[in-house]
């Protein structure tokens, strides 16, 4: 069967997204098929940079339409709860970006509709499907490394008076908006709930975090240790240390094309060349993920197993815990689902 991809709203990770699939050598049987957003215009316009063949006038349209099979929901962070329900509701699988939701309560409200309707949701960690992380997992398992002890984790990006980040009311964060690719680091290696959270920070003046670091500490006297700046421009790499080796994700650690090994050696995972320019950097790696969810959807798995439910609730429970240690709250936080 052909998998239908709907494309929720029309900006810049949706661009980035559709840009990625469709200049991808081979994606197999599956298609862009159609695009909504709150601003038709916009989405009319985004039909046609990208070739997509229908568009919707409303969010609920398409959800309720026969014409896609999968929703990509590529809005800001306090919409995807409520997104993403309305197409689980309509009997629709969906990719939702990162986070999946703003806390705990809403993700696992979330996670619990997708079980009681039997559909494919997945929180977009598309990290976790690059071949580089392919690479590096691969690495640490086959015991080279030793046993791993320390991890450390950077990720600065001068975005502090970037809307989405600094406003509450968009659920702004910077751990939101690019510490959760170290805090998924961090567990995409250990693989266990830590047993101790520490989290320092500044926030700004609407009470939205724009700095951290965290420590996270693993049985067995194992740390991780991230370091998260919305301010600052920092060497965003990512090293994992074991007893007997080492190897780093370069720059950009969340979707790297560079691995260096302890011995030197330096390995590469060239990306696919887009006709078309991304936002954000290296973007086209966005496909992999899509590549997953098709894999998933044919073989009738409800959740994958490199982005399990499980590991969307862990990642969740600890943005709440380092959430409340900083000291940010959000208006959902006080509401029962």
């Known amino acids: 069967m052909t998998i239908r991809w709907g494309i929720v709203t029309a900006g810049k990770i ?22 909504a957003a709150r601003d038709k215009t916009r989405a009319e316009e985004f039909a046609k940079t990208h070739k997509i063949a229908k568009v919707f006038s409303s969010y609920n349209e398409m959800a309720n339409s026969n014409d896609i099979d999968v929703a990509y929901i590529g809005a800001l962070n306090p919409d995807h709860y409520e997104l993403s329900k309305l197409f689980l509701e309509s009997g629709k699988h969906v990719l939702c970006e990162k986070p999946l939701c703003l806390n705990y309560k809403q993700t696992e409200s979330l996670l619990n509709i997708a079980k009681e309707k039997n559909l494919f949701l997945m929180e977009a960690i598309w990290s976790r499907f690059s071949p580089s992380y392919l690479a590096l997992e691969k690495e640490i398992q086959s015991g080279k490394l030793g046993d791993i002890q320390f991890v450390e984790a950077n990720f600065g990006v001068p975005i502090e008076n970037v809307d989405r980040l600094k406003k509450k009311d968009m659920g702004g964060s910077a751990l939101l908006d690019i510490g959760i690719y170290t805090l998924q680091f961090a567990q995409f290696v250990f693989k266990e ?46 090293t994992v240390y074991g007893t007997q080796g080492r190897i780093t994700a ?44 098709a894999r998933c959807i044919k073989q009738g798995l409800n959740e994958s197993p490199r982005m399990s439910h499980k590991e969307s609730l862990l990642l969740a429970k600890l943005r709440d815990i380092v959430r409340k240690q900083l000291g940010v709250h959000y208006d959902v936080d006080d509401k029962e689902i």
Do not use: M
Not at 14 to 35: E, K, L, R, T, Y
Not at 214 to 232: D, F, P
Not at 267 to 275: A, D, G, I, R, Y
């Open 250 to 293: 370069e720059d950009p650690f969340h979707i790297p094309d560079t691995l260096v090994h302890s011995d030197g050696r330096v390995e590469k995972f060239p990306f696919h060349t887009s006709p078309l320019k991304y936002y954000f950097g290296n973007s086209s790696g966005l496909v992999y993920q899509a590549l997953e969810v």
């Open 14 to 35: 949706s661009h980035d997204f559709v840009n990625a699939f469709n200049s991808f050598p081979d994606v197999g049987d599956q298609v862009i098929a159609a695009i």
């Open 193 to 238: 709930e830590p047993i101790k959270v520490i989290a320092v920070g500044d926030l700004n003046s609407d009470g939205v975090d724009t700095v951290e670091t965290v420590i996270l500490e693993y049985s067995g006297n194992r740390r991780a240790v991230l370091n998260v700046n919305a301010k600052v421009l920092l060497w965003n790499k990512a």
